[in-house]
């Protein structure tokens, strides 16, 4: 691992065997799917684990590493950092650094600078799981802090003479919000279920994510996925240079490292301390591995240290310089909080007036809006007494289930403890519980019909009843209700009847939402439209946005289709950053009625930026708005499906940054049955004469075998205007007439719509 020298130790840890084991074996399948070079890279970090148990191993801060892959994936947050450190150079000559020595205040019980709102989301793996920690442990996490950055901290009398008069109290102090950004009463704590938790990365932030513009964002993991061969990762920070992700911003800690564990550990990890420095820009001095002390963190008062192995085990003499024979300088100041050396925590004890000079500088041009007035109200964290009402919050194991599928529940009950809980779940046997945790229910009740079902919680707290209910939680497959697979599509293009057709939208973030827009469409006369989300312009894990179908029976079906068309743009992000977009495109299908999904495969099944992009390499001004102008800015995606009794399809768009994307004939077909649209128009030799016309015109076709044949006129909102034929009709060629008058039409733009048996199509007429 070329980056070892960057990691640096925040404490030991011994690794327990059976722990280590299932967290390769878990990262060993993850990366199964990805490629052969990964696959090899895990078996070795098998080997080497399965070598080291029962040896010291070193926890480590994995900023650099995440810095470094971020810069991979987008070049020009690198150059947006050597701007920043260009700059910061260029303000340090301005400043007299003996003046900001002398103005440094130490240990002050004065008003802090600068106020941060924090948020801290606990992604735990259940309620009752060591991972969901306490609101003491988070308390005493948020004091911590706001000693350790105020220069308040008990230990700092551990601190060496030669450091003391450079030590600083940063005027920095953290509080928990008052109000989320909704502006309804918090208590700056999210707890979220996930069985991902033992995965933290930056995708698993998507999960519960708050505006990184007004609140510090903290998330509290099992395990961080991060690959490292020496240790494991405690946490990682986003650096604030540029903007590199709006919805990643802040910091990410295992929950072993955040906080007082229990009451009688008096001694105080400083993890998130270190984190939240690189938050605000700090370097460790040991930046660079270089001993010169312009090339590491920047500063002139933290001596540069050098870190060969990534680890700093102790003890320590006092006189240790690990950079003394390169280039003679102090000795290595084991105090800070930025680098590491291993004594248990207890020599971490202290930031310098430069790198208090720093965050100053990070906040005043990165961070403004944090500590703004606007902001202090906005988060609620002037207001000292504030008791939020108890929330009841459920979660599940499964939300998608086949008939006769079963669900186990759970709860979160959020600013209060719960003394009574009563459970409904329509459609489910049993249908009500009193337990906190109730157990399997099985959905069996309607064996024909798709359905979605409710389920309440009422709890009682302080003697009073406060009920929850979740709409459509539990989504249970009919085991009847498979449609056929001839053809089937998302008909929002002229009725919105899509919804009771089977087809789902999921958001994962409640901003963006799915919306019919007529007007625009690849073909017929409206698409579903995903607005551009500008809180997200800049992110790098994104935020999923898909569409899911109905169940269909391919069972028997010969070469059966999953085709869609899609219109999407690539865009630059908004200044100064221009980050580039870097959306994804991806398709899935599931044959367990979607409560797992596997990636269809094949040309369309997955797209990433810029092949993703349908309207050329040209990257458009992020404040655009694109609209595609013509059926050449789509692109018609045709995948194999299989030949099942029983599955299901899902579009899925990871969108980061992009432009609105729009999404059109999403439809299951086989061989034997027609295309829509275009090709059985053609089949029929469908035709409209005069087109335009001004009072009437002429539908003509031919059938080459009798059917029931449904025309009829809509207009361009999808309204039924009136009925032209609705009858069998015999093979031969057919004209129908078309009378403005008789159906009332104005001079503009109407489809007539054309249904042969369960196939339909749409065209375009213009009165004038
Ligand atoms: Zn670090």
């Known amino acids: ?87 910061w150079k260029n303000y340090l000559q301005t400043v007299n650094l003996n003046d900001l020595k002398k103005a440094n205040k130490l240990g002050k019980t004065s008003a802090p600078k600068y106020i941060i709102p924090v948020v801290v989301h606990v992604i735990h793996s259940g309620t009752t799981s060591s991972t969901n920690i306490s609101d003491a442990q988070i308390n005493s996490e948020i004091d911590f802090l706001n000693k350790s950055f105020r220069n308040l901290n008990s230990d700092s009398v551990n601190r060496r003479e030669i450091f003391k008069d450079i030590a600083a109290d940063c005027e920095i102090e953290f509080r928990l919000a008052k ?63 540029g ?25 105080f990890n400083t993890t998130t301390t270190h984190e939240i420095g690189h938050w605000l820009g700090l370097y460790h001095p040991f930046q660079g591995d270089s001993c010169n002390n312009t090339d590491n963190d920047g500063l002139s008062d933290t001596p540069p240290t050098y870190n060969p192995d990534g680890a700093r085990n102790g003890p320590f003499s006092a006189t240790l310089n690990t950079c003394g024979t390169d280039n003679p300088d102090l000795v290595d100041q084991q105090e800070n909080y930025m680098d590491y050396f291993n004594c248990k925590d207890k020599c971490q004890n202290m930031f310098t007036y430069q790198q208090k000079a720093r965050m100053h500088y990070c906040i005043e041009n990165y961070r403004r809006e944090i500590f703004s007035v606007e902001n202090r109200v906005k988060t609620g964290i002037d207001n000292p007494t504030v008791t939020c009402e108890a929330i009841p919050s459920i979660y599940s194991n499964n939300k998608n289930i086949c008939f006769d599928g079963l669900v186990t529940f759970n709860q979160n009950v959020y600013n209060g403890t719960a003394t009574a809980y009563n459970w409904t779940f329509n459609g489910g046997t049993p249908s009500t519980s009193t337990l906190a945790t109730p157990g399997a229910i099985k959905y069996n009740t309607n064996i024909e019909n798709d ?80 607005e551009d989300d500008p809180f997200n312009s800049v992110p790098s894990s994104g935020i999923e946005q898909s569409l899911i179908s109905p169940s269909f029976n391919l069972s028997g079906s010969i070469s059966p289709t999953f085709r869609f068309a899609y219109s999407t743009a690539l865009v630059t992000g908004p200044p100064p950053s221009n980050t580039k977009s870097t959306d994804d495109l991806r398709v899935y299908q599931s044959i367990n009625c979607g409560t797992t999904w596997t990636p269809m495969t094949g040309t369309g099944s997955a ?162």
Request: charged share 20%.
């Open 607 to 768: 797209y990433t930026s810029p092949a993703i992009s349908t309207t050329g390499p040209t990257y458009l001004n992020w404040a655009t708005g694109f609209v595609p102008s013509d059926k050449s800015k789509w692109r018609e995606v045709s995948l194999a499906a299989p030949s099942v009794p029983n599955v299901r399809f899902k579009i899925t768009l990871l969108r980061k940054g992009g432009s609105n994307f729009y999404l059109d004939a999403v439809r299951v077909s086989s061989s034997g049955g027609v295309g829509i649209n275009d090709e059985l128009a053609k089949s029929i030799n469908f035709n409209v004469a005069p087109n335009p016309f001004n009072t009437t015109t002429e539908l003509s076709f031919e059938l080459n075998k009798s059917s029931e044949v449904n025309i009829s006129v809509i207009d361009i909102l999808g309204r039924n205007i009136g009925t032209l034929l609705k009858a069998n009709t015999n093979v031969g060629s057919h004209i129908v007439n078309l009378d403005r008058n008789a159906l009332g039409l104005n001079n503009g733009i109407y489809f007539v719509k054309v249904e042969i048996g369960n196939q339909s199509f749409v065209k375009k007429i213009m009165v004038n």
């Open 451 to 530: 359905s979605s079902y409710d389920v309440k919680l009422s709890i009682t707290t302080n003697g009073k009843q406060i009920d929850s209910t979740y709409k459509n939680y539990v989504t249970v497959l009919g085991s009847k209700k498979v449609v056929k697979a001839e053809i089937n599509y998302a008909d929002w293009q002229y009725a919105n009847d899509w919804y009771d057709k089977g087809w789902r939208f999921e958001s994962e973030n409640g901003r963006a939402k799915w919306t019919r827009i007529a007007g625009i469409s690849y073909n017929g006369i409206a698409s579903m439209k995903l």
């Open 1 to 87: 691992m070329g980056a070892k020298k960057k990691l640096i130790i925040l404490s030991n840890h011994f690794y327990f065997t059976i722990d280590i084991l299932i967290n390769f074996i878990i990262l060993l399948t993850k990366l199964l799917v990805l490629n052969m070079k990964k696959l090899i890279y895990t078996f070795t970090m098998l080997a080497f684990g399965l070598h080291s148990i029962a040896q010291q191993k070193s926890t480590l801060c994995g900023t650099d590493e995440h810095n470094k892959f971020l810069q991979s994936t987008n070049p020009q947050l690198k150059i947006e950092e050597e701007n920043f450190n260009k700059n």
């Open 243 to 267: 903007s590199s992700s709006a919805s990643t911003d802040g910091v990410m800690l295992d929950y072993k490292y955040f906080g007082q564990l229990t009451p009688s550990d008096n001694i």
């Open 179 to 241: 109000k989320d950004p909704q502006g309804n009463c918090s208590k700056g704590i999210v707890r979220v279920y996930s069985p991902n938790t033992n995965l933290g990365d930056d995708i698993l932030k998507r999960i519960s994510v708050w505006d990184s513009r007004s609140y510090l964002n903290i998330w509290i993991v099992e395990r961080i996925l991060k690959e490292v061969s020496n240790g494991i990762v405690a946490g990682y920070a986003q650096f604030p240079f």
